[in-house]
């Protein structure tokens, strides 16, 4: 009894784990006040969110950044704004993460010059760049140019780091936001784990690091994940990570150190789960969901950052990401988390649940691998479908009512909500003058800078990236000192590598909702309407600007499909005029535009002015996204015949109401 007494004791208490929140709006400055605000709460590292226009390689005067600059996080144009976002941090103490794809290796070449120009010792950077480009193509839709160069990108960056900086993680692969697009927990766990054989191999076969040293890329690779509210799957999708993970550095790459072999991940638990519905409830499904990657020891998370509760709601505010950061603080310093071994060794229902994960993932992989590998699999389109259909499975549970969402779709009733009695107040809002006053600073760095030495190093950029055999990471840093800015750099390769558009995933093998009675009755409304019109209706899915999280127009468009519509769906990153255009020339009967990020004030009444002025003004304009109810409003006064947000989740019912605007206009 003495010993089994003993063994009950608390272990000292581990160090918890790096405690971040996603941030980044408006300006550098705004951001960096931000950043020291949330220093000085107690957290412990930055995780920096850029705006679209930056991670798509786009100036603030780009005509696809209208409307974009500064909503979803902070513009960064040049060296100075790096200087500016990180004035008064040391980044030799500093441990950043930095979500950034395709434009990576300019973001780090700016990092690491304005590291320089604080007089740090590189050596000593610590943080991660995303750099998982794959991810993109299925989800973000940050991508900018082929996967074939793109994925070189991702080697060179990964070879100049292991050496450069050895305290980077160079890419941080990313399972996240394939659960935001629809992956299951095998496909998670299969496609980010294919992804990292695709990287791996890519950097082993370019010859850059030598093969007796292969095991400092291995051990420098790390992960971020969705951690989703079935807290025992997910607890066991982590446990299964870990165990594949170990099986693939082994086995396929030789690393016979366990240590160099650790599963090491970051975390940001589910924003898709959270609701805009009594959003009181999100705090609930924010705390199981940091348990779920928490608990377990033997695969705990290095990082985690939290949403706000606030987030399907619009922009959160300080206070709101001060309550996620406290939540960590609790769960780490007030409970006793930390002071024990793993607690599920020896589960035999965690131990179940995680071999039935391995080994359907290992399955998957092996799928993927058969077809030759991530990039074609992203090629053939392969991903996007699987995705696109394990969505539509998930939404048609949803509004079936088999899949339970409180307060969404039961237990509906609810009293009134003080959090957001001034809904107005209860998320943060950018400053419309933010474009205007990036494009004034732009034109002035412009005036400021060496355009002889800056032209010099876009010229580098270009040869080297003409030459499959050079890294372009030293080019890049070169154009960091210059001058240059984040356009010119992914121009320069823009012209040498081209530019790509991913596959929608909406093709004649996308799924089919099951035929409710809703549905059917759906489908006869569609074809009545047609009759009435004398032929099929048509609509028009669009996506203005650079959002890129294409899912629910991909999922309205499906569903609008399945309904009878004829569907219009040309992806992403397209201008209001481009969509107007389109929306003329294939004669629709309604134009749906989805706009995730923020700029739905701009765009969408640009699209309506511009088929006004070319004669359509008899085509309906409805628009989903997170759209507070003030935007709403603004946007019905601009014309908009409807407006759909997270909480319109029925989707048969969102395409009900709108052939009731086509029929009424």
């Not at 608390?10 to 784990?17: I, K, L, V």
């Not at 377990?296 to 985690?304: E, F, G, L, P, T």
């Not at 093709?507 to 006869?524: C, I």
Request: glycine content about 8%.
């Amino acid at each position: 009894m003495a010993h089994a007494a003993e063994s009950a004791q608390p272990a000292r208490r581990d160090r918890p784990w790096v405690m971040r929140t996603y941030a980044g709006h408006s300006t550098p400055a705004e951001s960096n006040a931000l950043y020291r605000r949330n220093l000085a709460k107690g957290q412990t590292g930055l995780s920096v969110a850029f705006d679209l226009p930056t991670q798509t390689g786009y100036d603030p005067d780009a005509d696809l950044a209208v409307g974009e600059v500064g909503k979803v996080g902070v513009p960064i144009a040049h060296v100075g704004d790096m200087e500016a976002l990180f004035d008064g941090i040391p980044l030799a103490g500093m441990n950043t993460s930095m979500t950034i794809n395709a434009t990576a290796m300019w973001l780090l070449a700016l990092y690491q010059v304005a590291a320089e120009r604080q007089g740090a010792d590189v050596k000593a950077l610590a943080g991660t760049t995303q750099n998982d480009i794959v991810k993109e193509y299925l989800s973000r839709g940050t991508y900018v140019f082929p996967p074939a160069p793109s994925l070189r990108l991702t080697t060179d960056l990964i070879a100049y780091t292991v050496n450069a900086l050895p305290r980077w993680n160079p890419i941080n692969i990313c399972s996240y936001h394939l659960q935001e697009a629809g992956a299951d927990p095998v496909q998670e766990i299969a496609y980010a784990l294919s992804t990292a054989i695709a990287v791996l191999d890519a950097v082993r076969d370019s010859g850059q690091v030598p093969e007796g040293e292969f095991d400092r890329v291995v051990e420098r690779i790390s992960f971020f994940v969705n951690a989703g509210v079935r807290f025992v799957e997910e607890l066991c999708k982590m446990r299964a990570f870990t165990r594949l993970w170990d099986e693939i550095t082994r086995d396929r790459y030789g690393v016979t150190d366990a240590a160099k072999r650790r599963f090491r991940y970051g975390v940001q638990v589910n924003s898709l789960g959270l609701t805009e519905a009594q959003p009181e409830n999100n705090v609930a499904r924010i705390v199981l969901e940091m348990l779920a990657v928490t608990l377990s020891k033997d695969a705990r998370a290095r990082a985690v950052q939290l949403p706000a509760w606030n987030e399907a709601l619009g922009l959160p505010r300080p206070w709101d990401q001060q309550w996620s950061l406290r939540m960590q603080q609790v769960l780490a310093f007030e409970s006793d988390l930390l002071e024990y071994g793993d607690l599920f060794t020896g589960s035999q229902v965690v131990e179940a649940k995680t071999t039935e994960l391995a080994d359907a993932a290992r399955a998957e992989i092996g799928r993927v691998q058969a077809m030759g590998g991530v990039v074609a699999a992203v090629e053939s389109g392969y991903l996007k479908s699987q995705l696109v259909a394990k969505h539509a499975v998930r939404r048609a549970r949803i509004e079936s009512g088999e899949h339970i969402v409180v307060g969404v779709n039961a237990y509906t009733e609810t009293e009134p909500n003080p959090l957001i009695a001034d809904l107005d107040a209860a998320i943060q809002t950018v400053d419309p003058e933010v474009e205007q006053h990036a494009i004034s600073a732009l034109i002035e760095w412009r005036k400021t800078r060496d355009d002889a030495a800056v032209e010099a190093a876009l010229a580098k950029l270009r040869a080297d990236a003409a030459d499959s055999a050079v890294n372009l990471m030293p080019a890049t840093l070169e154009c960091a000192r210059a001058g240059a800015t984040t356009g010119e750099w992914a121009g320069a390769l823009r012209e040498v590598f081209g530019e790509f558009r991913a596959p929608t995933g909406i093709g004649a093998d996308a799924p089919t909702a099951n035929a409710s009675s809703e549905l059917v009755a759906l489908r006869e409304y569609v074809r009545e309407a047609g009759r009435e019109r004398g032929r099929r209706l048509r609509i028009l899915v669009g996506k203005p600007g650079l959002d890129g999280h294409s899912n629910g127009a991909e999922q309205i468009a499906v569903r609008a499909r399945d309904a009878g519509f004829e569907v219009v769906y040309q992806g992403i990153r397209l201008t209001p005029a481009q969509i107007a255009a389109a929306a003329i020339a294939e004669d629709v009967h309604c134009v749906g535009l989805s706009v995730l990020s923020g700029s739905h004030l701009r765009l969408v009444p640009d699209v309506i002015e511009r088929l006004r002025e070319a004669g359509a003004s008899d085509i309906p304009v409805v628009v989903g996204g997170i759209i507070p109810d003030a935007d709403a409003k603004a946007l019905k006064e601009r014309g908009v015949a409807e407006v759909f947000t997270p909480k319109d989740y029925d989707m048969t019912q969102s395409l009900t109401r709108i052939v009731d605007v086509i029929r009424a206009s």
